[in-house]
């Protein structure tokens, strides 16, 4: 059992390079079981499973130089698309005050963060969990520089509990196609501390499995998750909620393995409703589904009942719209899509995605 102490790195024997560079793109994930609710130090109060996406992802250069004057202070330029960005320094500050324990490097070094998105920025597309998760690989590479003989296990483990502390949900997109986070008794070796690969064989029925994201509102939203998270303490429903997500999570993994696909539509709607059902039980209480959320909701409901196809929705904190279907449905559901929903998006704007496999080194 890993616990956070043993991501406390021993004195480094290596003395590493004056600077250097590292590149990675880690993607974004969508939860079938969600996580809602925490505990301090980014522990979940309940287990969840995501799939790794494919085509959303950041892309993060982290280039490091030596200071010449070493401070207390954490030193870091950071740009969007080639441009400062502001407003994300407090986010990155806040993550190198909590994994300054585990990366005793950090104040040794001035940081420039080159940082770029594949989906369109102010999609509403939670951009957190592959902007910390490209952040916590990077951060990975020059912890290897000091300690070359990690194994790819540790590498891959502490990337995805430094990620954790950036996003909760950011320690899902670290490596694997199916992630479960989470200590619960369905998935041997879970852990909150850190995302793991799903452990079974995943039915091919989820090969290349298909999430169109409709764009519905790009706006800021009304409740940020973290003030979402943090309304689950006091909750009414919390602990039935929390015991529900372990229970989902079995099903789940017997659905994946079985393929079942009626059942995993029921399962991964009825999540996705009872995510949005928290909000709305909430004190103060919220809605960030949007009119056209519900307009969506039930055209697919209403198109699943006459094609018999396995087409079903999720959500996460947003108004936005994850259309999840098999691969082999793709061209009648994407025309469905055309025809019937994108009346639906902002601007027309949905992207396509699928499952896709994690983080990657960039040369
Ligand atoms: C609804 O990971 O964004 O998407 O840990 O506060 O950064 P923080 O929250 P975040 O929460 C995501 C919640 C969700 C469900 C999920 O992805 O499991």
Redesign the pocket.
């Known amino acids: 059992m890993t616990k956070a102490t043993d991501f406390i790195p021993q004195a480094y024997r290596n003395n590493v390079t004056e600077k250097g560079s590292f590149q990675w793109s880690a993607p974004s994930?969508?939860?079938l079981?969600?996580?809602?609710g925490?505990k301090e130090n980014?522990i979940p109060a309940n287990p969840?499973i995501?799939f790794t996406l494919n085509n959303c992802k950041t892309i993060t250069k982290l280039e490091f130089e030596l200071k010449d004057n070493p401070s207390e202070n954490y030193s870091f330029d950071l740009f969007l698309e080639g441009k400062p960005k502001e407003d994300f320094k407090p986010k990155m500050q806040k993550f190198f005050e909590r994994v300054e324990v585990y990366l005793p490097f950090l104040k040794d070094f001035h940081f420039t963060i080159s940082t770029e998105n594949t989906f369109p920025h102010s999609s509403g597309i939670?951009s957190?969990?592959s902007g910390?998760g490209a952040m916590a690989v990077n951060l990975m590479s020059i912890e290897k520089l000091f300690n070359p003989e990690m194994t790819d296990d540790y590498f891959w483990q502490k990337a995805s509990f430094l990620a954790?502390l950036?996003?909760?949900?950011?320690c899902?997109s670290i490596k694997g196609s199916v992630v479960v986070?989470g200590e619960n008794d369905s998935i041997e070796n879970s852990s909150d501390l850190y995302g793991v690969e799903f452990p079974e064989i995943v039915h091919s029925n989820f090969q290349k499995y298909q999430d169109t994201i409709l764009l519905v509102d790009k706006g800021e939203k009304v409740v940020?998750?973290?003030v979402?998270?943090e309304l689950m303490h006091n909750h009414p429903f919390a602990q039935n909620r929390f015991q529900q997500a372990h229970e989902n999570l079995a099903r789940m993994k017997q659905i994946l393995v079985e393929g079942n696909l009626d059942k995993f539509v029921e399962l991964v709607e009825s999540e996705a409703l009872t995510?949005h059902a928290m909000m709305m039980t909430s004190m103060p209480y919220f809605i960030l589904m949007k009119p056209n959320t519900l307009e969506i909701i039930n055209k697919i409901w209403k198109f699943r009942q006459q094609s018999g196809l396995q087409v079903c929705f999720t959500?996460?904190?947003g108004a936005n719209v994850h259309v999840l279907y098999p691969n082999k449905n793709k061209e009648e559901v994407l025309q469905f899509i055309k025809n019937e929903l994108i009346v639906y998006c902002q601007n027309q704007q949905y992207i396509c995605d699928e499952i896709g496999n994690g983080a990657l080194q960039l040369k």
Not at 33 to 36: D, R
Not at 166 to 170: E, H, I, L, Q, Y
């Open positions: 994930n969508i939860a079981v969600k996580y809602w925490k980014q969840s995501s939670a957190s969990a910390m954790r950036g996003s909760g949900s950011a899902r986070w940020s998750s973290t979402g998270h995510l959500l996460d904190a």
